[in-house]
């Protein structure tokens, strides 16, 4: 059992640690491909360190784990193990409050006349300091009552950034950030390929709320509505104080690589990815136990294929 927990921890590490970087070389000027990569790294926690290896013949790293509850080091496995779940428990238990808050804020604010596209509701309420969207299966923007004064194209604007996000499914997304988070908390990997997705997911929307308005319009905007107020883990503000100095950078942007550059980008983050995929399915821990069991089988094996008569002629 404890040989399962640390090949949980370490496969995971090693996928969302290469994932990360991965993210982070592919060019700037394709926040839709940093987005992508990093999606890839969450949802592929749940499913890609469990795949097997495809290749046979490629060597395996396996770590032999000692155990034993009446050890030293197996009472400190168990130690690790509980706080682990402890911790889990305490931030799942969280994920759920948000849950509820962000369903009673949706259930109390004033429905509008206007429409997000003809797709989504726009809401009213008293409660959010700027724009916010949330929901997944039905997703709802939020507005401050004072919106109903902004200029036109401000909340044009404001509509378009928070309409990509439902359209992106951030809230899907963001429901499974906030899982990863909650069953790694300890580890700052995971915190790291999250907070990728979240910063590329707002330049993202950025992107698509420039077009009802020029991009310095739109920065102008975001400086005016930027909050501090504490939101739910499941309502995407639009223009949180954290990170908006990145994001306005990226919105001002007008520099260009070289394109043998960002052709070598392309080349490494594609490499990471596939260097990632292969290590986490070639890594194995195996207990103490096991590990000698497998030794003594591959000797058994060496003494049988072996020549019984290697000096005959």
Request: aromatic share 8%.
């Amino acid at each position: 059992m404890t040989a399962c927990w640390i090949a949980i921890a370490l496969k995971a590490t090693l996928w969302a640690g290469l994932m990360s970087v991965a993210a982070l070389v592919v060019p700037s000027q394709h926040p839709q491909v940093r987005r992508g990569f990093a999606l890839l790294g969450m949802w592929g926690l749940w499913v890609l360190p469990w795949l097997p290896l495809p290749w046979s013949d490629l060597p395996a790293m396996a770590f032999t784990v000692a155990g034993g509850s009446s050890t030293e080091p197996g009472r400190l496995w168990l130690v690790l193990k509980t706080v682990w779940v402890m911790g889990s428990v305490i931030f799942l238990l969280r994920v759920l409050s948000d849950i509820t808050g962000i369903e009673r804020l949706v259930r109390q604010a004033q429905k509008s006349a206007l429409s997000a596209d003809g797709i989504f509701e726009v809401r009213f309420t008293e409660d959010v300091a700027g724009p916010c969207m949330t929901g997944w299966l039905r997703p709802c923007v939020l507005l401050p009552v004072a919106a109903a004064s902004w200029p036109e194209g401000a909340l044009n604007a404001a509509l378009r950034h928070e309409c990509q996000h439902a359209r992106q499914m951030d809230g899907l997304h963001r429901f499974c950030a906030a899982l990863v988070r909650a069953c790694f908390w300890w580890n700052p990997a995971m915190h790291a390929l999250c907070s990728i997705y979240e910063a590329e997911s707002e330049v993202c929307c950025d992107e698509a709320a420039t077009k009802a308005c020029s991009r310095q319009e739109y920065g102008e905007m975001l400086l005016a509505h930027a909050t501090q107020m504490p939101m739910p883990s499941f309502a995407l503000p639009f223009a949180r104080s954290s990170g908006l100095r990145a994001r306005m950078q990226r919105l001002l942007a007008t520099r260009r690589g070289s394109r043998w550059l960002l052709s070598a980008r392309w080349l490494v983050a594609l490499a990471l990815f596939i260097g990632a995929a292969v290590l986490v399915a070639s890594v194995h821990v195996i207990p103490s136990v096991g590990a000698q069991k497998i030794a003594l089988k591959s000797e058994a094996r060496l003494r049988l294929n072996a020549d019984p008569f290697p000096w005959a002629p």
